[in-house]
T-cell receptor, first 111, second 115 residues
Framework: QKEVEQNSGPLSVPEGAIASLNCTYS??????FFWYRQYSGKSPELIMS????GDKEDGRFTAQLNKASQYVSLLIRDSQPSDSATYLC???????????FGQGTELSVKP | EAQVTQNPRYLITVTGKKLTVTCSQN?????MSWYRQDPGLGLRQIYY???????DKGDVPEGYKVSRKEKRNFPLILESPSPNQTSLYFC??????????????FGPGTRLTVT
């Protein structure tokens, strides 16, 4: 089992819809959880971080964490074509020492 | 402007010719790290450094060396590059967030081709 798993996609949603991206992780002692957005050929850009169970909202983005289920998700409301990118889930175990990425989910928002 | 810089951005070299990719950050971050990104394999950590003179292996350290003599710089050294090191490389740095955890910020990437 991979340490961090994401559906590779592509996930296609119409403009204005909610895009839901999911991530599971295997290590129960994982402490910090991040969502990065990566446009083709560009570097990953941090969009959300979450450290405790529950929801965290930032603009159109909501991260949800459930440590009991070892599950973290990202919701993008009112999706825009500019949101089309690959979304990477990342998890740390040690205090910043090791950041493990999922394979990424490709999101396509259709006008 | 707060940023992580990498040089060169593109490099084509031949097998066995030593090379160094530089990474510098101006945010006074203690933590720095190197990743490689390959199609189908995602981002994998090569080495990381918690502070000056403190480095440790990531998931794929073979064939790479690093050093951290100054807080702002974290060069990646390939002593004898091989074609399987052809990849897109990212440097990242981080500070300690309010929850004591690290949010990493990435440089623009270095595309390396070894022939």
């Amino acid at each position: 089992q991979k340490e961090v798993e994401q559906n590779s996609g592509p996930l296609s949603v119409p403009e204005g819809a909610i895009a839901s991206l999911n991530c599971t992780y295997s290590d129960r002692v994982s402490q910090s959880f991040f969502w990065y957005r990566q446009y083709s050929g560009k570097s990953p850009e941090l969009i959300m971080s979450i450290y405790s169970n529950g929801d965290k909202e930032d603009g159109r983005f909501t991260a949800q964490l459930n440590k009991a289920s070892q599950y973290v998700s990202l919701l993008i409301r009112d999706s825009q074509p500019s949101d089309s990118a690959t979304y990477l889930c990342a998890v740390t175990v040690l205090r910043g020492g090791k950041l493990i990425f999922g394979q990424g989910t490709e999101l396509s928002v259709k006008p | 402007e707060a940023q992580v810089t990498q040089n060169p951005r593109y490099l084509i070299t031949v097998t066995g010719k030593k090379l160094t990719v530089t990474c510098s950050q101006n945010m006074n971050h203690e933590y720095m790290s190197w990743y490689r990104q390959d199609p189908g394999l995602g981002l994998r950590q090569i080495y990381y450094s918690m502070n000056v003179e403190v480095t440790d292996k990531g998931d794929v350290p073979e064939g790479y060396k690093v050093s951290r003599k100054e807080k702002r710089n974290f060069p990646l050294i390939l002593e004898s590059p091989s074609p399987n090191q052809t990849s897109l490389y990212f440097c990242a740095s981080s500070y300690t967030g309010t929850s004591g955890s690290y949010e990493q910020y990435f440089g623009p990437g270095t595309r390396l081709t070894v022939t």
